[in-house]
């Protein structure tokens, strides 16, 4: 039964892959994978169980009679939920997120980005959008800050060649900048909640890799770019009626979303709650600043007019979705044992972490950053620092070690080679109809530099 889940999830994971050629989308995917996973689990579920938690069965039987309802309660009481638990603390961070994103865009807050961009100087707006979706995603989703600059590219570019550069340099500046932060992107959350990292020491160990590996293909890129370049000047939307706000009460609003991001770190530090609970908090506040600021167009009886919702609600609902189901189908490989035989293989066969992550980059940019993320923290459990016996190999996997750090990097890198090695790429294809080959021959080896330069970086530093 382990070989028929393994398989299950190895096939799940090539649909997942070759999504941009099979057209079937890989949150579905990962989603009937991670559940009929764990409908097999649980099918031989006397087996797994006595395989890998038999002291903790005995004690939950507490002298009672083994049977097959036994196991099965056993194995969604106390495995299962666990898995979930893990599950809905990434889910829950990402929908208040996202809500967060979606209340500020459609207030207007972000209307300053288009202002910012009014210049015909070609390589000028590049690298002003590089900085401004870089410094976005790293306090935002990627996916959602990708998903913005897209469409205003998409506005104001008609060359479709250079329409393809600049929506290539936003999706590598996304996942870069998401890369750079516990909140960017669901890989850093992960780590972040599994206590691999703190925001601190992470975020000061990522700074110059993530920069670096952004930087470099920027600038070849631009080399590509003619000195002027035809736009269409964003006009701002027409805000009589849609919503009401002046600019002060945007920016209060901005500050409120933006700066409650910020301070989740701190929330988790001081509380020790789960990050999810500050972003709900977060989200409370700027609702109720919404519902006051709006509460004459409120009771008007008008409805707040979107731009950008449907795009951007189904491509977070994917990801929350995908998110959801590669940590189940991790899960429940994890507990049929076979990551504990691929640690001890890889540990005595290849005991270099940077060489791993070389293949850890190279399989993200043809799978998922995350799936790839997830399979590799999977493989390591979080070492204590103050356990005496570490030695200079397993101190690499304690809190802060420098696998973790590594893994972050070269899978945000690994899903910027290829666009379909993340869902920020994957947006890409759909919204300028690119193609894979295109992308690597004009986009990827530039990103293979950068990257390469970034982690002889991160192996200096960390």
């Known amino acids: 039964m382990s070989l028929i889940i393994l398989l299950i999830i190895v096939v799940g994971f090539i649909l997942i892959s070759t999504e941009n050629v099979t057209n079937v989308n890989k949150a579905a995917v990962a989603i009937f994978v991670g559940t009929v996973g764990w409908v097999l689990y649980v099918s031989y579920g006397t087996d797994f169980v006595q395989l890998m938690h038999k002291q903790a069965y005995t004690d939950f039987l507490d002298g009672g009679v083994h049977t097959s309802q036994a196991v099965k309660q056993f194995i969604a009481q106390t495995i ?11 889910v829950l961070f990402l929908l208040a997120t996202m809500t967060i994103v ?3 865009n459609n207030n207007g807050c972000f209307d300053f980005l288009g202002i910012w961009a009014r210049t015909r100087d070609s390589k000028k707006l590049l690298w002003m959008m590089m900085l401004i979706v870089f410094v976005v995603s790293a306090n935002l989703d ?3 800050t990708t998903v913005m600059a897209l469409t205003l590219i998409h506005q104001v570019i008609s060359n479709r060649r250079y329409r393809m550069i600049y929506g290539s340099v936003a999706v ?7 890369a750079l932060t516990v909140i960017g992107s669901p890989e850093g959350l992960v780590l972040w909640n599994m206590g691999a990292i703190t925001a601190s020491n992470y975020s000061l160990s990522m700074a110059l890799p993530c920069i670096v590996a952004c930087v470099v293909p920027t600038w070849l890129l631009s080399r590509a770019l003619p000195d002027r370049i035809d736009i269409e000047f964003l006009r701002l939307p027409y805000r009589g009626d849609d919503t009401k706000l002046n600019v002060w009460q945007r920016l209060v609003m901005f500050v409120v979303g933006i700066g409650g991001l910020w301070f989740i770190p701190t929330f988790h530090n001081i509380t020790k ?5 500050g972003a709900l908090c ?5 609702w109720v600043v919404n519902e006051i600021f709006n509460r004459k167009l409120l009771t008007t009886g008008e409805t707040i007019h979107r ?15 995908f998110v959801l189901g590669i940590m189940l189908a991790v899960g429940v490989v994890n507990e049929t044992g076979f990551f504990r035989q691929v640690t001890a293989y890889i540990d005595s066969q290849t005991p270099n972490i940077w060489l791993f992550g070389v293949v850890s980059a190279a399989i ?15 493989l390591h459990p979080v070492l204590s620092s103050d356990n005496a016996e570490l030695t200079s190999y397993s101190a690499n996997f304690a809190q802060n070690g420098a696998y973790w750090k590594m893994i972050a990097f070269a899978t945000a890198v690994g899903g910027n080679i290829l666009p379909i090695g993340s869902i920020s790429g994957l947006a890409l294809i759909r919204t300028e109809r690119m193609r894979v080959g295109w992308y690597f021959a004009h986009v990827g080896w530039k990103v293979l530099l950068g990257g390469i330069l970034g982690m002889a970086l991160l192996w200096f530093i960390a």
Not at 310 to 318: A, D, E, F, I
């Open 80 to 90: 299962f939920l666990r898995y979930v638990g893990k599950a809905c603390e990434i």
């Open 172 to 178: 590598i500046a996304a996942n870069m900048g998401g």
């Open 282 to 286: 977060v989200l409370s506040v700027l």
């Open 273 to 277: 709650l789960s990050p999810f609970l």
């Open 142 to 144: 990627n996916l959602t």
């Open 307 to 321: 731009r950008i919702p449907r795009v951007l609600q189904y491509g977070s609902m994917q990801m929350i979705l």
């Open 364 to 378: 993200s940019s043809v799978l998922d950053s995350f799936v790839t993320t997830m399979s590799a923290v999977s």
């Open 102 to 104: 979606e209340i500020l």
